[in-house]
């Protein structure tokens, strides 16, 4: 063994100026198993090249199959802030981490080093951004929601990871943390806001899941998100694309409020609509003849 640690570390020697000849050894070094010689072929990459962060993803991948997660989240840190696309690979590949931990111990050691870079680097949105991802698959939205707001106003984002974490927490029955960041950006953006409309259909559908949530449904909570309703359609024509709201509303008319006949006026008004796509109509009148 002495023997072969010492071809080996010659092997390296030999080529220490020669960046392709030390890829090849590196590649050989990590099909047969020998992670750290692949490393310190990087490394000496780095070292002749300038490049302190050269092959991270490479020495990233050999560090993980070998075991030493502690080193290749360094390596993947400095690999991440590369490429604008990297972040969303990232994830992925911790997510796969996650998945497979028992102890915990990946999920803490992820904790700190993000926490650490995002520290070190403020002004790489990257780290804010897995920040962001890792409390959101913590499931921890309250913390979530005000990454999410120092993101979007540190990076100028237009609400994006606002609107993004809103979605993620109605998704997860963490309506008021949902609500809650709906409205902040119905009140920090106006009507020309590309989020402005979706957060506010977003708010409505949201506040009606968390009515249906509870039981029995508070009738006060109903008549109040039926007059929202009211309010929105007075100022949104229907179409296509809002036809799940207008449904919401019946349903609040016919089941909460028990006022079918208002159910049924506002079929056939949307019926008769020509807007309306005949996929849509059909719906309509689906939900016509149930009342009937």
Same mark, same amino acid.
């Given at each position: 063994?002495?023997?072969?640690?010492?071809?080996?570390?010659?092997?390296? +020697?030999?080529?220490?100026?020669?960046?392709?000849?030390?890829?090849?050894?590196?590649?050989?070094?990590?099909?047969?198993?020998?992670?750290?010689?692949?490393?310190?072929?990087?490394?000496?990459?780095?070292?002749?090249?300038?490049?302190?962060?050269?092959?991270?993803?490479?020495?990233?991948?050999?560090?993980? +199959?070998?075991?030493?997660?502690?080193?290749?989240?360094?390596?993947?840190?400095?690999?991440?802030?590369?490429?604008?696309?990297?972040?969303?690979?990232?994830?992925?590949?911790?997510?796969?981490?996650?998945?497979?931990?028992?102890?915990?111990?990946?999920?803490?050691?992820?904790?700190?080093?993000?926490?650490?870079?995002?520290?070190?680097?403020?002004?790489?949105?990257?780290?804010?951004?897995?920040?962001?991802?890792?409390?959101?698959?913590?499931?921890?939205?309250?913390?979530?929601?005000?990454?999410?707001?120092?993101?979007?106003?540190?990076?100028?984002?237009?609400?994006?990871?606002?609107?993004?974490?809103?979605?993620?927490?109605?998704?997860?029955?963490?309506?008021?943390?949902?609500?809650?960041?709906?409205?902040?950006?119905?009140?920090?953006?106006?009507?020309?806001?590309?989020?402005?409309?979706?957060?506010?259909?977003?708010?409505?559908?949201?506040?009606?899941?968390?009515?249906?949530?509870?039981?029995?449904?508070?009738?006060?909570?109903?008549?109040?998100?039926?007059?929202?309703?009211?309010?929105?359609?007075?100022?949104?024509?229907? +179409?296509?694309?809002?036809?799940?709201?207008?449904?919401?509303?019946?349903?609040?008319?016919?089941?909460?409020?028990?006022?079918?006949?208002?159910?049924? +006026?506002?079929?056939?008004?949307?019926?008769?609509?020509?807007?309306?796509?005949?996929?849509?109509?059909?719906?309509?009148?689906?939900?016509?003849?149930?009342?009937?």
């Amino acid at each position: 063994m002495g023997k072969a640690k010492k071809q080996y570390e010659n092997s390296i +020697r030999q080529n220490e100026n020669n960046i392709q000849a030390l890829k090849e050894l590196a590649a050989s070094f990590s099909a047969f198993g020998h992670a750290d010689y692949a490393i310190m072929c990087y490394e000496q990459i780095r070292n002749t090249s300038g490049n302190p962060y050269a092959h991270a993803l490479e020495a990233a991948q050999i560090l993980t +199959r070998s075991g030493q997660y502690d080193k290749a989240l360094w390596e993947y840190l400095q690999w991440v802030k590369q490429g604008k696309d990297n972040t969303v690979s990232l994830e992925n590949i911790l997510t796969s981490w996650l998945s497979d931990d028992p102890e915990r111990k990946k999920r803490n050691l992820i904790e700190k080093g993000l926490m650490t870079f995002a520290y070190k680097e403020p002004d790489q949105p990257c780290y804010a951004n897995l920040l962001l991802w890792f409390s959101m698959q913590e499931g921890n939205f309250s913390e979530a929601l005000k990454q999410a707001i120092a993101i979007d106003k540190r990076y100028n984002e237009q609400g994006k990871p606002v609107y993004q974490l809103a979605n993620v927490a109605a998704e997860n029955e963490a309506f008021d943390v949902a609500l809650e960041a709906y409205r902040h950006l119905l009140r920090h953006y106006n009507e020309f806001s590309p989020y402005h409309d979706a957060a506010l259909v977003g708010s409505l559908q949201t506040q009606y899941r968390k009515i249906n949530s509870t039981y029995p449904p508070k009738t006060s909570e109903i008549r109040r998100l039926s007059n929202e309703l009211d309010t929105f359609f007075k100022s949104h024509p229907l +179409r296509d694309d809002n036809l799940s709201l207008y449904l919401t509303h019946v349903q609040l008319e016919a089941n909460g409020l028990k006022n079918p006949e208002k159910a049924k +006026r506002m079929l056939q008004e949307a019926i008769a609509m020509p807007p309306l796509s005949v996929r849509s109509k059909a719906m309509c009148k689906i939900q016509l003849g149930d009342l009937y």
